[in-house]
């Protein structure tokens, strides 16, 4: 009897909310590790019987344990901070991070909402602070690859961020934190909740961030990749640049390079 009420309610949610990531070839990151010039961290997952991940853990001790229900995504960390995402048809419309519980709800200082065109890609972010909008980003895509962003103050109508995208000839399958281009830009969670995602492994980004005054930065980053034989990325090398401005005046310069170890389980 509870195997069969198991396999309703795996039948129903599979039902509701199609979780099946395109990119994905029946393998699942079970762990990555990152070496840099600041040291080790390392993170695991776990999956549930229908392949949404439902808890990480570090290296140095945080955790971070996801509920799923039809039509939300609650995180929570070691210390009770909250992030959500609300869904619609499988599809991320909003989200909140750093949340903290009041009388059992979260309550949100900083959320997102999302907007989708009719193929499937996220085109448009807006970021809101308590319920206040700061900043929209539209979204480009090409060839089936988000190719820039740009990001406009909401108050002064100016661009405040630019990043462009470029890609590698290779498919790019279970996209992780180290290669998702999204990462930075929606209130990411692991799991194909963003709509289409970037067809292609991610080859190079170009970041610039700018105020009025001219003071910002530009960031370019390269990566590079070993895959297995399913495809998987299982080692990502990730060469940065990184130089600020003040007044429009290039100043200090510093450069990086991280190594993303991925350990998967195929069927």
């Known amino acids: 009897m509870v195997a069969f009420v198991a396999m309703i309610s795996i039948f129903s949610c599979k039902k509701e909310i199609d979780y099946s990531d395109p990119n994905s070839n029946g393998c699942q990151l079970t762990s990555w590790k990152v070496i840099s010039g600041t040291g080790?961290?390392?993170?695991?997952?776990?999956?549930?019987?229908?392949?949404?991940?439902?808890k990480e853990s570090t290296s140095t001790g945080e955790t971070y344990t996801r509920v799923f229900t039809a039509n939300k995504i609650t995180a929570t960390d070691e210390e009770g901070i909250v992030d959500e995402l609300i869904l619609s048809?499988?599809?991320?419309?909003?989200?909140?991070?750093?949340?903290?519980?009041?009388?059992g709800v979260p309550r949100f200082e900083n959320t997102k909402r999302y907007d989708y065109n009719t193929d499937g890609y996220l085109?448009?972010?807006?970021?809101?602070?308590?319920?206040?909008?700061?900043?929209?980003?539209?979204?480009?895509y090409a060839d089936g690859n988000l190719i820039k962003s740009v990001v406009t103050d909401a108050a002064t109508g100016q661009i405040t961020n630019t990043t462009t995208f470029s890609y590698s000839i290779e498919k790019a399958v279970n996209i992780s934190f180290a290669s998702d281009p999204?990462?930075?830009?929606?209130?990411?969670?692991?799991?194909?909740?963003?709509?289409?995602?970037?067809?292609?492994?991610?080859?190079?980004?170009?970041?610039?961030s700018t105020d009025l005054g001219g003071n910002g930065f530009v960031s370019n980053s390269t990566y590079s990749y070993q895959f297995d034989a399913k495809g998987n990325a299982t080692v990502i090398n990730i060469n940065s640049t990184y130089t600020l401005y003040s007044g429009g005046v290039a100043g200090l310069s510093d450069t990086s390079i991280d190594k993303y170890e991925q350990t998967f389980s195929c069927k």
Request: avoid cysteine; glycine fraction near 10%; charged fraction near 15%.
């Open 182 to 208: 999204l990462v930075t830009i929606a209130d990411s969670q692991i799991g194909n909740y963003f709509g289409k995602p970037s067809k292609n492994a991610l080859g190079s980004t170009t970041e610039t």
């Open 123 to 140: 085109t448009a972010v807006k970021s809101y602070q308590n319920d206040m909008l700061i900043t929209t980003n539209i979204l480009t």
């Open 40 to 54: 080790e961290f390392s993170l695991n997952l776990q999956y549930d019987a229908i392949g949404r991940v439902i």
């Open 89 to 103: 048809n499988g599809r991320a419309i909003s989200s909140g991070t750093g949340g903290t519980l009041v009388a």
